[in-house]
């Protein structure tokens, strides 16, 4: 026997140790025993992370927005896994686990060095020969993209595993990235009062904010396992080989994260995106953005988890110097404050993309900034104002860079040049929450003094923030007597939130080299057009206007025309004032 085979036979046992173990603890927690199979067989892909439900239910999870949409789509209809799939589900789980690790740890030549230095790509033949027993050959027409990213975050690899494994917490903290997501089925809860062993089957929806960027569904298993002291690898694997009718736009193959706990509370977290895609449907002035990498890899999911963490230490301090005017020192202030706006963030993010669960309606043309509205009823939500709201969004490329854009929506000094509902008043800061390193991560409390003395003066909310892959600026009117209850460390949940506002991206990786490997069997070309990709902005305005405050109403085509006109004198402003600015 060649040395090979026997190493090969070693890791055959030990694989299929733990695949009992796997089994023997699910089959505890399930109540009957769970079939095992000779072999692993060639099986599905994978997705990324997500949260505990209870066993046998389809509910479970969070899904912004699931009571206002209504929408009966794919996400909804999917069914938690057969007793007949189990015993596969948690072989493909065990093997997706074994992958990670290596994809995680491997240098040359699995992950090949980019010549500039502007990241790494992953080497498709190498992948091959490293994990021959795969989930098949790529479909036809699909592309590979292959992502690796690391960081150190302000968090403890304890609370880093919670929020993988808790759907609530997971689609709260990447909320930018996860449009919906829930717990189908858990497998098994992990041993000894921790995620070690937890195994859960989920779905998810991938977003970028744009309706210009169709969305990526996954049917997935989630499996969390130590691996040895401080260290936790969380593995997502597609299963959509156990849904042969359905149609899928992505099949991810095992990606996920390995966490490292360091000293004094903070973690090392090295992520891996693997998916295939057909991604036909992406918009041209999207597509150097979404080959590089930046709209659904790993080096997003780690920012966005940086920016997070650094939010969440905000959140839990205690000790806030209360020097400069309008910082909110008082920590039950600060906590409600940041609660509110986190709730925006949230409510902007689940409603600005192109979501299954939404129906948009093109008003004009077919050109990449038409105006796209939808309507919804909303009602018996204490969180938002009842009657008929309508949302516009449109997305359009602005030739001037990322931070210039987001430097100019931010500032309250600027506001005018856009707000069009500011009506030209003077614009304040009265309270201000850092929330990050970057000056632009903060939450501030504005208060627009009208220029017409009849009209009551309106505060704002608003939070702004920023990370290498992307940011957003979100507001919302708010009530004077309800922001004085959150201030004073009240419940925030009762304060009536309509968000509109800006997510602002870049139109492409820096200097325009791809960070990720991007392998396409049929290239159809068709880039943004000459410029973009060149370092300027993606820019998505969203508003939404309560246009009646009566539920039952119907809408007429007065508010439409309205919400159409506010949206585009409103890019025209934004449009003639940056490139003044970056001119």
């Known amino acids: ?87 596969m589900i948690i072989e493909l789980a065990v093997a997706a686990m074994e992958e990670l690790i290596r994809m995680a740890q491997s240098g040359e030549p699995l992950w090949i060095s980019c010549s500039d230095s502007s990241g790494e790509i992953l080497s498709e033949e190498e992948y091959v ?63 000894a009062g921790n995620y070690n062993g937890a195994l859960q089957v989920m779905t998810a929806e991938f977003q970028v904010p744009s309706p210009l960027v169709p969305t990526r569904e996954n049917y997935f298993v989630r499996y969390c396992k130590q691996h040895g002291e401080g260290i936790w690898a969380v593995v997502d694997v597609s299963l959509d080989n156990l849904r042969p009718t359905s149609v899928s ?14 000293p004094n509370g903070y973690s090392k977290v090295t992520w891996v995106e693997h998916v295939e895609v057909d991604d036909r449907s992406v918009h041209n002035i999207y597509k150097p953005l979404v080959n590089s990498g930046l709209a659904f890899g790993a080096k997003r999911w780690v920012a966005t988890l940086d920016r997070q963490c650094e939010r969440l230490a905000s959140v839990m301090a ?45 008003l004009s043309g077919s050109g990449a900034d038409d105006v796209r509205v939808m309507t919804r009823k909303s009602m018996d939500d204490p969180g938002r104002p009842p ?11 602005l030739p001037v860079p990322p931070k210039t854009v987001f430097d100019f929506l931010r500032d309250e000094n600027s506001r005018s040049e856009w707000d069009i509902l500011s009506n030209g008043g003077l614009v304040q800061e009265m309270a201000h929450i850092a929330n990050g390193r970057d000056p632009g991560n903060s939450v501030s409390l504005l208060r627009v003094n009208s220029a017409n003395s009849s009209q009551s003066n309106m505060l704002i909310l608003q939070e702004s923030c920023s990370d290498s892959t992307g940011s957003f600026v979100v507001y919302a009117p708010v009530d004077i007597i309800a922001m004085n209850v959150v201030l004073s460390g009240g419940d925030p949940d009762y304060v009536a939130l309509l ?22 069997n049929n290239d159809e070309g068709g880039s943004g057009g000459p410029d973009v990709g060149n370092g300027g902005s993606l820019l998505t305005v969203a508003f ?40």
Request: charged content about 20%.
């Open 1 to 87: 026997m060649s040395f090979d085979e026997q190493h090969l036979r070693i890791e055959n046992v030990r694989l299929r140790e733990e695949i009992d173990r796997i089994s023997g603890i699910a089959a505890k927690y399930v109540g009957k025993p769970m079939l095992s199979y000779p072999h692993l067989s060639s099986a599905s892909s994978r997705s990324l992370d997500l949260g505990v439900g209870s066993y046998g239910t389809q509910t479970g999870g969070n899904i912004p927005g699931e009571n206002i949409y209504g929408a009966a789509d794919l996400l909804r209809s999917v069914s938690g896994p057969t007793d007949a799939d189990k015993p």
């Open 129 to 191: 020969r490293t994990f021959p027993r795969g989930i098949g050959p790529k479909p036809l027409g699909f592309k590979s993209e292959a992502s690796r990213e690391s960081a150190v975050v302000i968090m403890n690899h304890v609370n880093l595993v919670e929020i993988l494994m808790d759907v609530d917490q997971w689609s709260s903290v990447f909320a930018s990235i996860v449009s919906r997501a829930m717990t189908l089925e858990v497998l098994s809860t992990g041993v």
């Open 249 to 262: 736009r992505c099949r991810r193959r095992p990606s996920g994260c390995l966490i490292q706990e360091l």
């Open 318 to 362: 205690n000790s806030i110097a209360a020097g400069d005017v309008g910082v909110i020192s008082s920590p039950k202030g600060r906590k409600s404050m940041l609660k509110l706006a986190e709730r925006m963030l949230m409510s902007f993010c689940s409603g600005v993309g192109a979501s299954t669960a939404h129906t948009w309606t093109t």
């Open 387 to 397: 009657g008929i709201v309508l949302s516009a969004a449109t997305s359009f490329w």
């Open 499 to 520: 968000p509109s506002g800006f997510a602002i991206l870049p139109d492409g990786p820096e200097n325009n080299n791809n960070i990720i490997k991007n392998n396409n």
């Open 544 to 583: 939404q206007i309560l246009v009646d405050s009566v539920p039952t109403a119907k809408l007429s085509l007065g508010s439409v025309a309205t919400v159409n006109s506010l949206i585009k004198c409103t890019v025209e402003r934004i449009k003639g004032a940056v490139s003044c600015d970056g001119a």
